[in-house]
């Protein structure tokens, strides 16, 4: 079955620290992973896509097919990246799944 | 370009009354998708349309839920006699293409459902 595990609900840390939100993933085949970020009283929205290896807003993603992790990543915390962070593999097909999502708070 | 538009954004309910959730996709945009989030859990995919058509409602409740989404107008989710466990966000995304393509979902701010 189609899984994806985001372990940590919460997760807080001070301005200027790195940041990793992890996500894990169980999919047979090559699945394509995305991570949604939701801020506060805004909608759900796309951040990055590991097919087009870009860095968004700072973050990066790579995906480690050996550990099935897709963990987001980011050198130097900023405020304004408090927000939900949503895991969402999509195994080929148009229906992404999406994890129960990580709460990143970052403390000035 | 107003994007994805869901009404209400909030919709109370009694047991045994019928909820009605609408969803505007992004202008030209013909695949919409319902997506169901229960408190503490991660987004529940319900359904895929296409105009006039059903495509995908594997995720959809056996019984009590529907969706529909005409040649002309929104989407409709419907829940007919609601219970206390349909109290959820209710969130709608829409994609130019769809059907085995990964392109990006655009999502709407969602409908909160309260059954008292």
């Known amino acids: 079955a189609q899984r994806v595990t985001q372990p940590e609900k919460l997760l807080s840390v001070f301005k200027g620290a790195p940041v990793e939100l992890k996500c894990n993933y169980s999919y047979s085949g090559s699945p394509e992973l995305f991570w949604y970020v939701q801020y506060s009283r805004q909608r759900l929205q796309l951040l990055l896509r590991h097919i087009s290896r870009e860095s968004i807003k700072g973050f990066t993603a790579d995906l480690n097919k050996g550990e099935t992790s897709f963990h987001l990543k980011k050198p130097f915390a900023q405020e304004e990246d408090s927000a939900m962070y949503y895991c969402?593999?999509?195994?080929?097909?148009?229906?992404?799944?999406f994890g129960r999502g990580t709460s990143l708070i970052v403390h000035p | 370009n107003a994007g994805v538009m869901q009404n209400p954004r909030h919709l109370v309910r009694r047991r045994g009354q019928e909820a009605r959730l609408r969803c505007s996709p992004v202008k030209g945009h013909s695949h919409v998708y319902w997506y169901r989030q229960l408190p503490e859990e991660g987004l529940k995919f319900m359904v895929y349309?296409?105009?006039?058509?059903?495509?995908?409602e594997s995720g959809m409740p056996k019984e009590r839920f529907s969706a529909e989404f005409p040649k002309e107008g929104p989407s409709i989710l419907r829940i007919q006699q609601v219970v206390r466990g349909d109290s959820a966000a209710y969130f709608c995304?829409?994609?130019?293409?769809?059907?085995?393509?990964?392109?990006?979902?655009?999502f709407g701010p969602g409908t909160r459902l309260t059954v008292l």
């Open positions: 349309l296409q105009k006039e058509n059903i495509i995908d």
């Open positions: 969402a593999p999509n195994g080929g097909s148009y229906i992404p799944t």
């Open positions: 995304a829409s994609s130019p293409i769809g059907g085995g393509s990964t392109d990006t979902q655009y």
